[in-house]
């Protein structure tokens, strides 16, 4: 989806925040933040809520208004099947992708075509159009699609858990911001990643044994390859079986727990996050390379990160004490 980073540029400049300009119909692109906050030419910042432990913004799109779940971990922009009708022609028909659980079946592709605003040429957009009422069922939301990789890589994102905020600045080809006027706080701490494909790669440790793990916005829990050896599956401690819902729709029961002793470096460390055991060897094989484990949701909850998909880097902003 090469031309997913300008449909957010023209999101920048549509945003609802401009709520003294009339901006004629025709005009208006097929995709739009619908609580957006205008920052600069560059930037906005995006409130979003968070529904079972997912990133979940509102957003306007091809006459529809919804939710759509923030996704590191999937390759495209999707759209979902029970809300919007693939297009006539498919890129493929039938095509496969896969998720973190297993593989997703039926996935048809769609072309979104875009307007010309301010001198910024739109040709199309690719959307990927997969049924996702199973997780709309699960989270009992109305849910538009998923916003992934594509989407996102060509801006640099900073996700606050801490003020449930988004916000998205422009970079350029070598990942400096467009704007110096982005964020009020300071950057205190960064790490570089591996970039896999769309897959964020990060190298840290649990207790002194150096393991590998996957970035993902969307993962409701942190996941641990269970063929790890009893070095490392030592600091995790079980609690409970659960039920999950893979990519597919599809469910299975994992071992549950908290893992202990995480991090990056001596600088960047983690309190016990919420912990699954399952089997990423489907994963492994999909991406060719081998992650010993997944974070998602527990670790952006404990750390206000910033990606920089270009620059191949995360970094840090400090969380405010809170007295009590």
Do not use: W
Not at 141 to 161: A, N, Q, T
Not at 218 to 234: F, P, T, V, W
Not at 242 to 256: E, I
């Amino acid at each position: 989806m090469h031309q997913s980073i300008k449909i957010l540029i023209v999101l920048l400049i549509s945003s609802r925040l401009f709520a003294n300009e009339i901006i004629p119909a025709k005009d208006i692109p097929p995709m739009y933040f619908t609580k957006a906050e205008f920052v600069n030419a560059s930037t906005t910042r995006i409130p979003f809520k968070i529904i079972d432990q997912l990133i979940v913004v509102e957003v306007g799109i091809l006459d529809k208004e919804g939710n759509f779940i923030i996704d590191t971990g999937s390759e495209s922009l999707i759209l979902n099947s029970v809300h919007f009708k693939p297009s006539r022609k498919y890129g493929d028909d039938g095509k496969q992708k896969s998720g973190i659980h297993t593989d997703i079946e039926g996935v048809k592709e769609k072309h979104l075509n875009l307007l010309s605003i301010n001198d910024i040429n739109l040709k199309k957009l690719s959307a990927d159009v997969i049924d996702l009422s199973h997780i709309e069922k699960t989270k009992k939301i109305k849910l538009l699609g998923i916003i992934g990789y594509s989407v996102l890589k060509d801006f640099e994102i900073f996700i606050d858990m801490h003020l449930n905020q988004l916000t998205l600045t422009k970079v350029d080809k070598n990942g400096d911001k467009l704007s110096d006027k982005v964020y009020a706080e300071t950057i205190h701490d960064s790490v570089d990643f591996q970039l896999k494909k769309h897959t964020i790669i990060l190298d840290a440790y649990i207790g002194d044994k150096k393991v590998k793990f996957g970035l993902d916005t969307a993962a409701e829990y942190n996941q641990l390859n269970k063929k790890l050896g009893s070095k490392i599956l030592d600091y995790f401690y079980p609690s409970k079986e659960l039920k999950l819902t893979g990519a597919s729709g599809k469910k299975k029961n994992v071992l549950a727990g908290k893992l202990y002793r995480v991090k990056l470096n001596d600088s960047i460390y983690f309190g016990p996050m919420k912990t699954v055991l399952t089997n990423l060897r489907k994963m492994n094989a999909v991406f060719g390379t081998k992650l010993d484990g997944i974070l998602g949701f527990e670790f952006f909850a404990q750390k206000r990160t910033i990606i920089n998909y270009r620059k191949k880097k995360l970094y840090f902003i400090k969380s405010p004490i809170i007295k009590y």
